[in-house]
C-alpha cells in the first residue's frame, strides 16, 4: 500500500478508480451481443444482468462527487440495447467527474457519512471484481493487475464486511499458498479464480 493509501488520500483513491476501470474496460472489449445470456461468477446474473448492474453502480459512483449518494434500490435486469458502449461512456465520465479529485473529506452514502477516500477504494473493488467477472463469462479473465490487487487487498477487509457477506460478496473463499494478489483478493471477494498453467 502506498503512503497516500495508507493516508486515506482522495487522490490515491481516484488513482484507484482509474486503474480499475482501465482494466475491467480491457475485460469489457471481449464482451460478443452472444455473450449476453452467458453465466456469469455471480450467483443468478447472466453477463446482461451483470452488466445492468455496473451500470447502476457506476452512475453511483460517479454522482459520488457531488458529496453524496442516494440509496436506490438494486437494479434487476438487462442492461440497455448496447450495453458495452454504454459502460465504456459510464466510464469516461466517471473518470471525468473525479478528475480533479474531490476536496471533501466525507461523502454521504444514504445518511451516512464515509470517507471520500474510502468511497473511490470501495468504487474500485467493485469495477475491479465485475471486470474480472466479465472476464470470466467471455472465456477467461485476466488476473487484475498486481499493483491494482495489492492497494485494493489492503483496503478490502474494511469494505468487505460481515453483513456483505451473502448480499454483495459471496462467502471468502480459501486463499491457496502462493496464490498472487489477484487470486487472494478475488478469494476475499467470494470468487473462486480460474486455475493458471
Known amino acids: 500500500m502506498t503512503t497516500s493509501t495508507r493516508r486515506g488520500s482522495t487522490a490515491a483513491g481516484a488513482q484507484l478508480l482509474a486503474s480499475a476501470t482501465s482494466y475491467t474496460c480491457g475485460m469489457l472489449g471481449r464482451v460478443r451481443d452472444g455473450d449476453l445470456d452467458r453465466q456469469t461468477p455471480c450467483e443468478h446474473w447472466d453477463l446482461a444482468e451483470l452488466l445492468g448492474h455496473m451500470e447502476d453502480s457506476l452512475l453511483a459512483f460517479t454522482e459520488a462527487v457531488t458529496g453524496s449518494v442516494a440509496i436506490r434500490p438494486p437494479v434487476s435486469g438487462r442492461s440497455s440495447v448496447e450495453p458495452v458502449r454504454r459502460l465504456r461512456t459510464l466510464a469516461g465520465e466517471l473518470l471525468g467527474a473525479w478528475e480533479p479529485p474531490p476536496t471533501r473529506g466525507t461523502t454521504r452514502i444514504g445518511t451516512a457519512p464515509m470517507a471520500t477516500s474510502l ?11 465485475h471486470g474480472w467477472d466479465v472476464g470470466e463469462a467471455t472465456g477467461g479473465a485476466e488476473a487484475i493487475p498486481a499493483a491494482l490487487a495489492g492497494e485494493l487487498l489492503a483496503v478490502a477487509p474494511v ?39
Open 119 to 129: 468511497v473511490a477504494a470501495a468504487g474500485a473493488l467493485e469495477i475491479a471484481v
Open 159 to 197: 469494505l468487505i464486511g460481515p453483513h456483505d457477506r451473502g448480499v454483495r460478496f459471496a462467502a471468502a473463499r480459501p486463499i491457496v499458498a502462493g496464490a498472487n494478489e489477484s487470486d487472494r483478493l478475488l478469494a476475499l471477494a467470494g470468487r473462486r479464480p480460474t486455475p493458471r498453467r
